[in-house]
């Protein structure tokens, strides 16, 4: 079946302009976890969804960042008036079971979404 | 907290070669070790985890990694590397009621 897919693979914008960024999860998985890479590093936690419930936004670095999953499946990172530190790789993933019953789960991740802000 | 360390950010090595990518963890409670390999321009594909049991574990691509609890340590071995093999390697931790946490990644390079 088809993997995680995420949208658009690349992202340029202004400093100061609102961006949305699209996950399509695996069918069927429960779990759906936002991670930011950084250039020359690993990719970092941003938050956590149990099919539509936003269990886990301990990792979003400020409340100009927001996530939803409104029907369970496809999930939006939205960022308001980005700044050039936003700029980075989106990592989408997904995985079958609910993370606190599956932590031995694999995770099965997008491409990614490079945002580069300028 | 978890963290994960990986001492080395870049591994150049000859075709044919064995390879030993490291990785060391911190957790005070029993984790959950895993390696994944990111291709350029591509999402994080799973190598292979440590969940229990056998302290030796087999992943796909040859690849192999051996979980030491008292050297909180998780290596990655492959005993000949392919030119195929050029990517980036990144060791997480994972446990009950946490995220992953993923190390800095190691970049291997083969080289003809």
């Known amino acids: 079946g088809a993997g995680v897919s995420q949208s658009p693979r690349y992202k340029v914008a202004k400093r100061g302009q609102d961006v949305a960024l699209r996950c399509d999860p695996i069918s069927g998985h429960v779990s759906l976890f936002w991670y930011q890479q950084a250039l020359g590093q690993g990719p970092e936690f941003l938050t956590y969804?149990?099919?539509?419930?936003?269990?886990?936004k301990s990792g979003l670095p400020s409340d100009r960042f927001f996530a939803e999953r409104p029907e369970g499946s496809v999930s939006t990172l939205k960022i308001q008036r980005t700044q050039q530190e936003d700029s980075a790789v989106y990592l989408c993933a997904s995985s079958l079971l609910p993370q606190d019953i599956g932590q031995q789960e694999t995770q099965y991740f997008g491409p990614g979404t490079r945002l580069l802000v300028l | 907290a978890q963290s994960v360390t990986q001492l080395d950010s870049q591994v150049p090595v000859f075709e044919e070669a064995p390879v030993e990518l490291r990785c060391n963890y911190s957790?005070?409670?029993?984790?959950?070790l895993f390696w994944y390999v990111q291709y350029p321009n591509q999402g994080l594909q799973l190598l292979l985890k440590?969940?229990?049991?056998?302290?030796l574990v087999k992943g796909i691509n040859g690849f192999e990694a051996e979980f030491n609890k008292s050297q909180t340590s998780f290596h990655l071995r492959k005993p000949s590397v392919h030119i195929s093999d050029t990517a980036e390697y990144f060791c997480?931790?994972?446990?009950?009621?946490?995220?992953?946490?993923f190390g800095p990644g190691t970049r291997l390079s083969v080289l003809p």
């Open positions: 969804f149990q099919n539509e419930a936003q269990l886990d």
């Open positions: 440590y969940l229990s049991g056998s302290t």
């Open positions: 997480a931790v994972n446990n009950y009621g946490q995220n992953f946490v």
């Open positions: 957790s005070s409670v029993s984790v959950y």
